[in-house]
């Protein structure tokens, strides 16, 4: 059984030093770590990277289909792809969250959303053409999908979200891995994005009546992407 503590403590020293090149981490390992310890810590790092990997497959297969709809359709769809690893220190909390123990095995079955790919498309029917074209790879198995654009939250968000698994092969195996994958049109994604700044602002109180004016955004936001769409149909005839 991992010992919880010394994981953390781990964790919480790779996180102040992660800018760090690797022999530096490595030697202020080997002077402040016992062997154990080293141990535990470099298989949580093992595990940051297989999910890296898996987000460089979902990258390269989404940039795969772009230039493939691009070629049969003299356009591209996606206009930005973005990943992102999960902070340390955002694991952990989340982890604090679900009331479960700090080990890597919960990590890895309880956190779905570790290794993350933003997908930003020129118009709606582009996120849901790329979605699907994603889902029927043979590779790709799906597990959960949430459609915020549909039926978005209370506070206007709008999305695709999808949980997917993709195999990563490695040298004596190959191995399923989680990534969250996100796909919104680029006026999602700036209401998204200044939503989120507002929200978290510091030293700024997030009142009722921002809330609300947010809300209506969402709303000009939503009326942007169908007017767009219907030029996309017009130019296309």
């Known amino acids: 059984m991992e010992n ?3 994981l953390q403590k781990e964790l919480e020293l790779y996180l102040e030093e992660e800018n760090l090149d ?3 981490i490595k030697t202020l390992l080997e002077e402040k770590l016992p062997k154990l310890s080293q141990s535990k810590f470099y298989e949580f790092t093992r595990l940051m990277a297989y999910y890296r990997c898996a987000m460089m ?3 390269t297969k989404l940039n795969v289909l772009d230039i493939e709809f691009g070629l049969q359709h003299d356009r591209n769809p ?3 792809i973005k990943t992102r690893l999960k902070s340390l220190q955002s694991i952990r909390e989340k982890i604090k969250r679900q009331n479960l123990p700090f080990t890597l095995s919960n990590v890895e079955e309880n956190l779905h959303d570790i290794a993350g790919v933003r997908v ?3 118009f709606p029917e582009d996120v849901y053409t790329i979605a699907n074209a994603l889902l029927k790879q043979d590779d790709i198995e799906l597990v959960v999908m949430k459609d915020y654009i549909k039926k978005p939250k209370k506070n206007g968000y709008r999305s695709l979200h999808m949980i997917i698994t993709v195999p990563i092969f490695l040298a004596h195996e190959k191995k399923r891995m989680k990534v969250e994958v996100q796909l919104r049109t680029i006026a999602m ?3 998204a994005t200044l ?3 507002l929200r978290y602002k510091k030293n700024k109180q997030f009142t009722k009546e921002v809330a609300e004016e947010l809300l209506y955004c969402a709303s000009l936001s939503a009326e942007l992407d169908k007017r767009m769409d219907s030029l996309r149909e017009l130019t296309t005839e």
């Open 57 to 59: 497959e979902i990258e």
């Open 78 to 80: 996606i206009s930005d």
């Open 195 to 197: 939503e989120h700044q």
């Open 4 to 6: 919880e503590v010394t």
């Open 120 to 122: 930003v498309c020129s």
């Open 189 to 191: 994604d700036v209401w």
């Open 22 to 24: 690797k022999e530096k």
